[in-house]
């Protein structure tokens, strides 16, 4: 009799559990209908309360998106063009220089990638550096050396500004890294400066033009034009020329060790892949033996 | 490891199919054989007679270039840290002074910075060389020729510290007609050694080479 | 069968002489990838590298005319 009470007992509860059960999984169900639509209808809102303002910033204010160029150093595995890095030191020294410093590099980095020990030597000599001061303390100039680095046309920020109406030029070192677009924009926005600026744009005074920069109104004028320098090895020098090689020496300039990284690139991609490969191999063979078992369950005879 | 345990399985399947269903062999103890497990058969994962030695050769190529491979990545990794220590190249372009000799007459002293210490550059002349080798090796407190002291005779390179509390000894002066220290009175001669005074050892003599005639490079 | 048995015998039946045939080879591996990589590359980039125009310069910087420089456009 006790026994059969319990059995009944267990039954019911077991019932009672497989009802509870049975309302957990409907009120999920419900719970997660609720949340699909809480959620559709919390984007449809934000979306329409979206559309019902203005945005602050035009396309002309982010700049116009410069197309992409192919430039030589694109690929995976390409080098530098180190004979359009030696024409872009030289569109530097010659243009960009007058306004625009490169306080990062140094005369040394030059040496083996564009010019030869002798020639850059001869240019660092052609600038004046701080020296120690002398046995009465009164401060000494030296020419500059190979470890010196390549001095900016201003003594500080302020001559800068003075100099150029209120404008600072950027520091060229990094500058390819420094804005969207990289080699690309840089590329876009020399060459971009249209003969007049389009109807309806007003620019403050002293300004330019320019589509590719954010704004529209740049400080900087246009500087290259055809012709403008004479390259030591015979390439005519059009404004485009000359834009890409100081692009491309630009770009050195703020990743002198490109080339070198992306020799070290092709090195770990194929020994890691190589690795990766051998190694599913490996993991294959220790475990066949563990995959290939078989477990057989004889039940013993009566 | 695994290709004995594969091996095992091999000669195995190859007496339990020998011996039928009937055959109870996993290993040869006697307790398995005592037991009343039936062998599955593993003939479909058994290489053909035969291939065992290529197979092997093969497994052993893969883990070997598995093990090569990781070793040689080891190896550049470890390289690349510990050649964070080495100098980095700014500094490595600052350890060198490049010095013109033209400008310097004969007779004269240059000093010149090199690694935030003074360097004594000494045009000597003839006269000087051979005062420099007449000395009496053997009576000097820190013998040593003046051939070994100077590549060119004619060029006298030395660090201008003077090696008893590190003054910068003063040129031209002193009682044997080369440098003179005035913080402890230290004498050196025209071969940068001392002769009197407390300074234990002669001037230092750093490395230097002459890149052409006319250019000395220190460091 | 006679080269595989050959080969286990000489190189993988003592796990000593296995490792440091392992080891060593990855000594000469690495000299040797380093110099194949390297000769790829300077191969793949023939041209623009420093190493290209060195001899031109040296040589005065004459070589207006075989200048074969790629447009940007």
Redesign the interface.
């Known amino acids: 009799m006790f026994a059969l009470k319990s059995a009944t007992k267990r039954l019911n509860s077991r019932a009672f559990s497989t009802n509870t059960a049975a309302n957990a999984t409907s009120f999920a169900k419900k719970a997660f209908t609720g949340g699909v639509a809480a959620t559709g209808l919390a984007a449809s809102y934000l979306l329409y309360a979206d559309g019902q303002t203005a945005e602050a910033m035009t396309a002309a204010e982010h700049g116009l998106h410069p197309p992409a160029y192919g430039w030589s150093h694109n690929g995976m595995f390409d080098t530098f063009d180190h004979a359009s890095i030696r024409r872009g030191f030289h569109v530097y020294r010659e243009v960009c220089a007058a306004c625009h410093s490169l306080d990062r590099v140094a005369w040394r980095t030059l040496v083996g990638v564009s010019h030869t020990n002798s020639e850059v030597k001869e240019m660092a000599e052609a600038f004046e550096y701080d020296d120690e001061p002398d046995d009465q303390g009164n401060p000494k100039k030296r020419p500059g050396k190979l470890a010196d680095y390549i001095p900016g046309p201003y003594e500080n920020e302020q001559a800068a500004r003075a100099a150029n109406q209120g404008a600072l030029p950027p520091d060229l070192s990094l500058i390819v890294k420094a804005r969207h677009g990289a080699c690309d924009y840089i590329f876009a926005l020399l060459t971009g400066y249209p003969d007049e600026p389009p109807a309806g744009v007003v620019l403050p005074v002293g300004a330019n033009y320019n589509p590719y920069f954010p704004g529209g109104s740049i400080a900087m004028g246009r500087v290259l034009f055809d012709d403008l320098v004479e390259y030591d090895d015979g390439t005519p020098a059009s404004t485009a020329q000359m834009a890409k090689d100081v692009t491309t020496f630009l770009n050195w300039a703020a990743e002198p060790e490109h080339d070198d990284r992306k020799k070290d690139g092709l090195k770990a991609i194929i020994v890691l892949s190589s690795l990766y490969l051998i190694s599913v191999w490996v993991k294959k063979f220790k475990w066949a033996p563990i995959k290939s078992r078989k477990i057989v369950f004889n039940p013993p005879k009566k | 490891m695994a290709s004995l345990a594969l091996r095992s399985i091999a000669r195995n399947s190859l007496v339990s199919r020998a011996l039928g269903s009937q055959a109870r062999l996993l290993s040869s103890s006697t307790l398995t054989k005592k037991s009343n497990y039936n062998t599955p058969d593993f003939g479909d994962y058994i290489k053909p007679n035969g291939a065992n030695e290529k197979s092997r050769a093969f497994t052993y190529f893969m883990v070997g270039s598995f093990g090569l491979l990781s070793t040689a990545g080891a190896k550049s990794t470890v390289e690349a840290f510990l050649q964070t220590m080495s100098a980095s190249a700014d500094v490595l372009a600052m350890a060198k002074v490049e010095v013109k000799l033209a400008a310097i007459p004969e007779g004269k002293n240059v000093i010149v910075k090199w690694q935030g210490k003074p360097v004594f550059i000494r045009h000597r002349t003839s006269e000087e060389i051979a005062e420099a080798n007449a000395v009496d090796i053997s009576s000097l407190r820190d013998p040593q020729q003046d051939a070994d002291r100077a590549k060119n005779p004619e060029w006298l390179v030395m660090l201008g510290i003077c090696t008893h509390l590190g003054c910068v000894p003063i040129g031209e002066s002193g009682d044997f007609g080369g440098w003179f220290c005035p913080c402890h009175g230290s004498h050196y001669d025209i071969s940068g050694r001392i002769r009197k005074g407390p300074a234990p050892l002669n001037l230092e003599v750093p490395e230097y080479e002459f890149a052409d005639p006319e250019t000395l490079i220190v460091g | 069968?006679v080269f595989?048995?050959a080969?286990?015998n000489i190189?993988?039946k003592r796990n000593s002489v296995?490792?440091a045939?392992?080891?060593t080879?990855?000594?000469v591996?690495?000299a040797s990838?380093?110099v194949g990589?390297?000769k790829w590359?300077e191969y793949?980039?023939r041209g623009?590298?420093?190493k290209?125009?060195?001899p031109?310069?040296?040589a005065g910087?004459?070589?207006?005319?075989d200048?074969d420089?790629?447009?940007?456009?």
């Open positions: 069968m595989y048995n080969l286990r190189l993988y296995f490792v045939t392992v080891f080879g990855a000594f591996f690495q990838f380093d990589v390297t590359y793949h980039n623009k590298l420093w290209d125009i060195k031109r310069i040296l910087g004459d070589g207006a005319e200048e420089e790629e447009d940007d456009e």
